[in-house]
């Protein structure tokens, strides 16, 4: 029998790159996009033949890290590979490589069904359940792409926001309440093609050698991510679009290989005319990145020919 449980898309609204330094960092679910198991009905199409294969050869990653003991928590591995033996794929509609956690919502999945003790959202905050939880995901998920926070997976899991302290703090968060005849809004703006996190992540640490760099992350950028995250939560609109418009300018200047090359030049358009402020959703180089504006109409406008999805209205 196929668990039919949908797990959503997340979203990072505040803190890539910078939660690797101890800044503050806000993921919440996101329902536009989901996956869950499925058996094809009749002869498998060639997407459902790739995400079988693409499952089986994850089991037997795990098996491999269940069998070496560095997978810290047991998984019906049997199960598992008798079910891929009737075909199940995951069938999702989350886009890979855009920034809104298609690995993520694979992993929890395959958590959810497949782990023999999970850790339920009921039991998430006794003890250390929450940053067990996190490890054991980051751990199943760093398969995809070589370093793994936990956090994506662990958002598609829950199905709730959370909100991170810095040095691995976390918690769960309400959101401010949507206002549904706000001028403004949060959205997510397509650049059409996937981004590719391996290469960014690593070309971050790399630039974190540079002195300059470092103490840029630690300072600025972590000081107006965090004013982001504490306006937001608040529901205060301005003092949030003024934090993310320092957010934009300092990966504009620090950051360029992140930003999509399609986009650099809307990137500066928005801090020129302060219709809206771009920021990445993610790592970056494709995929979405997240847009922020007082006045959604007067960005639909600036940015007319480009598909926005607004995420909150506010």
Not at 126 to 134: P, Y
Not at 171 to 177: A, E, F, I, Q
Request: hydrophobic share 40%.
């Amino acid at each position: 029998m196929i668990n039919e449980s949908l797990f959503y898309a997340k979203i990072l609204l505040f803190g890539e790159y910078g939660i690797i330094e101890d800044s503050m960092g806000l993921s919440i679910p996101y329902n536009q996009f989901q996956g869950k198991f499925e058996v094809p009905d009749i002869e498998p199409t060639d997407v459902q033949i790739r995400s079988n294969k693409s499952i089986l050869r994850f089991t037997k990653h795990l098996e491999q890290m269940q069998f070496t003991g560095e997978l810290p928590v047991k998984f019906n591995i049997q199960q598992l590979k008798s079910d891929l033996e009737t075909g199940m794929y995951f069938d999702s509609s989350i886009p890979q490589g855009f920034g809104v956690g298609s690995s993520g919502a694979l992993v929890a999945a395959l958590y959810a069904k497949y782990a023999v003790t999970p850790i339920t959202s009921n039991d998430i905050m006794i003890g250390d359940n929450l940053a067990e939880l996190k490890n054991v995901l980051a751990i199943m998920e760093s398969y995809f792409h070589g370093t793994s926070s936990g956090l994506d997976p662990m958002i598609c899991y829950l199905n709730l926001p959370i909100l991170i302290k810095g040095k691995g703090n976390l918690d769960t968060v309400g959101l401010p309440v949507e206002q549904s005849n706000g001028k403004g809004a949060i959205f997510l703006l397509n650049t059409g093609s996937p981004g590719k996190t391996k290469g960014l992540v690593e070309h971050f640490l790399e630039r974190l050698k540079e002195e300059g760099f470092r103490n840029m992350v630690r300072t600025e950028l972590k000081k107006h991510n965090d004013s982001a995250v504490k306006h937001f939560l608040k529901g205060e609109v301005k003092p949030l679009v003024n934090s993310v418009k320092e957010i934009s300018q300092l990966f504009l200047q620090n950051f360029k290989p992140m930003i999509p090359k399609n986009v650099e030049r809307l990137w500066e358009k928005g801090l020129e005319t302060n219709a809206y402020y771009l920021k990445l959703c993610g790592s970056g180089g494709g995929g979405f990145v997240l847009g922020f504006t007082e006045d959604l109409e007067k960005a639909k406008s600036m940015l007319e020919g480009h598909n926005l999805q607004v995420i909150h209205k506010m």
